[in-house]
């Protein structure tokens, strides 16, 4: 194993002087299939060789969820690309993660049955079928390496809101620590020594679940993309990154006594790793035909535009400006509002060149634009949603435009906009007033607890709405004809010089009044961090302080 990171979990002591007799191999929350440059790099065909290292342990391989979106790809195949490379590395279960459903049922009832493996979802239900959602399978004993294992697929109850593709009125959940404390009983009754729920949800719950439930040996996880380990009241808890970067060798041994421990190592993909053969041919066969279409640079950055989870999720940031920016400059309304989860890059993007490629792995999903009227009120209730969760790693957490406000982190959640700093277009928010908000189709439906929004009336009917992708190509397009490098054939030059008080445009408009002669204007410019989201502290601090 010479040629694999591998490290020690500090929660689990060492097993090396009992007997393995059972070695699982976990990961989860696999959107890009190929590597990225930094360390490490991951990629599907080198985790492909990182996992047949173990081959000669015979590994039960588990995945827990999230792979069919969103990504480049997935934009394009639905996620098909992702049943060959699963096929491939010889996964043996999964559970269903929030993301196997983003195009809709009908999608994913295709392409699970041309996997080799059965994906759990064991608390969720389908009101029109009564069967579980997706038809996961509610559990099932799989004897590997002589041992019966009991399997079972949990899900939290807060992703269910966020599903764009099913109702939530049309499906049933169960509580995961009930519906775990039946199942285990039965796979008890039916022979299992070792019972394992696949879970797709945060941190929290997971813990509930080892703290509050009966008859469970293991947890293994997924929704959080950070690597973790840890014991709580003796079941072990593996959430195992993201993205094909990390894998988690878990060494079940059977004690003196008779009961189960684990050993677990964190297994890195590192660049040094060969690529396997197979699964590269694979990769190159999906990406090679659109290799052309995804380098087409769009735009020439001046500024890096900071996607990381942890900046988009937290605080107003200069990727959340400019894309809120060109959603008012599209649509002509007061104020944007943008779910942070819609930006999914998690990466810094350099200055330079951005191509079609960088902007569909910020925004992969092909999210429909509205312009709802919403009242003041409902204006302030949403905002109090989006930074209700702080400082949690929450995508309903907000990007704005037209709008700024001061939020208090320390008061309790429902309570922390302070509303004499809600300023729309520069003025006191009126609550009795009503305002023309942008947003995403998939908030006007009440989704990341946007309920507030639900029955706005639209400004225009869903058939004329533009996808957030296309706005922000328009927006790069029309920056290019403002400063005369791209020539406007029709005369119709698109949203962005229609809004003549636009941020972007007044941007714009000053580099290129202070360009010096024979000097090159960058085609997009790119607003910085300008206090639209801050935070108050109403206790401990009388200043304001800046969020950023």
Known sequence: MSNISSESSPAVPSCKELEVVLTILHFNDAYEIEAR????????????????????????VVFSGDCLNPSVLSTITKGKHMVDILNKLGVHCAVYGNHEFDFGVDVLEELTPQMTFPWFLSNVYDRFTNKTLGHGLVSNILEWNGQKIGLMGLVEEDWLDTLGTVDRNNIIYVDYVETANSLSAELREQGAKLVIALTHMRWHNDIRLASESRGLDLILGGHDHEYGVL??????????????????????VRDHDMTFKYSCHKISTMKHLEEDNEIKQIVNGYTNNIQHVLGEVICHMDIELDGRCATVRRGECNIGNLITNAMLEATHAEVALLNSGTLRSDRIHPTGPLTMRDLLQILPINDLVLVVEATGQQLYEGLENGVRNYPELDGRFPQVAGIQFGFDPNKKPGARVIAKTVKVQGKILDKARRYLVAMKEYLTKGKDGYTMFQGCPLSFDIENAQILSTILVNHFESGMI???????????????????????????????????????????VVPGVEGRIYHIFTESQSETEAEG
């Open 482 to 524: 403002v400063r005369g490098l791209k020539t406007c054939r029709s005369g119709h030059r698109m949203g962005l010089i229609k809004v003549s008080d636009s941020p972007s445009v007044s941007a714009i408009e000053k580099s290129v009044n202070e360009k010096l002669p024979g000097e090159a204007v960058s085609v997009a």
């Open 231 to 252: 014991e709580v009241n003796g079941i072990l808890i593996v959430k195992s990154g993201s993205e094909f970067r990390y894998m988690s060798k878990i060494d079940v």
């Open 37 to 60: 440059s930094e360390e490490p790099v991951g990629g599907a065909a080198r985790f492909a060789t990182a996992m047949k290292e173990f081959q000669a342990l015979n590994p039960f």
